[in-house]
């Protein structure tokens, strides 16, 4: 039987009370989200928090809006919800194509955006996604807000630029009229990590690419993007070559490590590969096709 | 800590240690054995049951997070109607051999048919993908979920 190792709980009632709580529990507290990654993690004693703050009752961190020319999703909104945004599904079809690949749907009804985003796993779906997209996170602490770009988020496998009293509270995406976007993934099984995941939006306007995000999952590209082949893109055709071409830069922007998911040359195989078809189905989806 | 949740409709208080799993706290201090606990590791969806009417994998919620929540349990699908047509499925297409993923892929079926009572094969698999059964093959199980969604609840047909 795997169990927690035994933890204190208290849930927070603010976003701001939740921040006190961490800096009055210091180091050894963490905030609990949807669990579905730290509880896991605290049964095998690879997390030992002394203290755990429950956020799932702050609703100021739930629901999906417009803001501007921006889309906010706040942290405590779950997986489902993603999955099933008429709002997201208007402006970028990534979401919900990732999303129907990401855990499965228990999971998915627990599991929360903002602890994918905290717990940075090097083969975590929405990170792909959120990259690609060149999104935004807000962070709090207790003298206020920051925003730091995603591609700019991640310090390494696991560790973000969320420091020890802080709370990320929103992830933001710019709207991009005309944008068509897709994810490509492949797995072992249903629900599971991926061997390789790939997505991509793409902006054609008067038969060019006039804008594009490329975002990798699992296979060790920096910061889950390929910015060469973004830059490659730009002025471009979307012609079978030049999609081709960006595809290979992609796969190039990869550094994947051998593991029971496959060997290396197989996951740049696929970086290749699936970002060539997010691309292609990107690309059309922004021409009407 | 105390801890109350309201299990099937009953309010359960109990002193628990905070690291205690919903799962623990339903089978144990509330004795409702009807959810089974396998793997532990959030991959069997054995331990499925609904917090605040959806539904996740108990195994991986604190009980203390179901604190003034609201959890229904394989025990409520049977009321004073009669059997839940799921269960009645599951009878009916041979949908269990060992019976032992049965509670968790009945809750995930009625939890599925109450948003989309008319759902595809396809959506049926999404549904229970989450779930592991060793016996069935599934193919039953699917086909109890359908028989299930032919013949909706009486209180359904009259609302
Ligand atoms: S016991 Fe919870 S998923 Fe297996
Ligand atoms: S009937 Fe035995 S595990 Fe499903």
């Given at each position: 039987m795997q169990t927690p190792a035994p933890t204190d709980y208290v849930r927070a009632t603010s976003v701001a009370n939740a921040i006190a709580l961490l800096e009055e529990h210091g180091e050894e507290s963490r905030l609990l989200a949807g669990g579905h990654s730290l509880l896991p993690m605290m049964k095998l004693r690879v997390a030992r928090p002394e203290m755990l703050i429950d956020?799932?009752?702050?609703?100021?961190?739930?629901g999906i809006k417009i803001e501007g020319d921006e889309i906010v999703i706040g942290a405590m909104v779950t997986h489902r919800e993603v999955l099933e945004s008429p709002v997201l599904a208007e402006h970028y079809a990534i979401f919900r194509e990732a999303e129907k690949v990401i855990a499965d749907p228990l999971v998915r009804n627990r599991g929360t955006v903002g602890g994918s985003m905290c717990q940075a796993d090097p083969s975590e779906d929405l990170s792909a996604v959120g990259s690609a997209l060149k999104g935004t996170v807000v962070i709090e602490n207790s003298s206020g807000r920051r925003t730091v770009e995603l591609r700019d988020f991640h310090e390494g496998p696991y560790t973000t630029k969320v420091e020890a009293a802080e709370i990320l509270v929103e992830v933001r995406f710019p709207i991009r009229p005309g944008a068509g976007s897709a994810y490509e993934k492949v797995e072992r099984r249903v629900g599971d990590w991926p061997v390789c995941s790939a997505g991509a939006y793409v902006v054609v306007s008067g038969g060019v690419v006039s804008d594009c995000g490329i975002g990798l999952t699992a296979v060790g590209a920096e910061h889950f993007c390929a910015p060469d082949a973004e830059a490659f893109l730009?002025?471009?055709?979307?012609?079978e070559e030049n999609l081709r071409a960006a595809a290979q830069l992609a796969s190039d922007a990869s550094d994947p490590s051998p593991d029971q998911r496959g060997p290396a040359d197989y996951k740049k195989h696929l970086a290749n590969e699936l970002t060539y078809r997010a691309l292609v189905r990107a690309a059309a989806a922004s021409q009407g096709a | 800590m105390q801890v109350t949740i309201t299990i099937n409709g009953e309010q359960v208080t109990r002193d628990v240690e905070p690291r205690t799993l919903l799962v623990h706290f339903v089978r144990e201090d509330a004795g409702l054995r009807g959810t089974h606990w396998g793997c532990d590791t959030s991959n069997c969806g054995a331990c499925t049951l609904w917090v605040d009417g959806q539904a996740v994998k108990s195994c991986t919620v604190l009980a203390a997070q179901a604190d003034g929540h609201e959890v229904t349990t394989v025990e409520a699908l049977e009321t004073a109607d009669g059997l839940d047509p799921v269960q009645q499925g599951f009878i009916e297409c041979h949908g269990l051999q060992c019976g032992f993923c049965t509670p968790g892929m009945m809750m995930t079926a009625r939890w599925l048919l109450d948003h989309n009572p008319n759902p595809s094969e396809e959506e049926i698999r999404e549904a229970i993908s989450g779930q592991i059964c060793r016996c069935t093959g599934y193919k039953n199980i699917v086909e109890a979920i359908q028989w299930a969604a032919e013949h909706p609840k009486t209180s359904e047909v009259n609302a």
């Open positions: 956020i799932n009752e702050l609703d100021e961190l739930r730009i002025g471009k055709e979307p012609t | -």
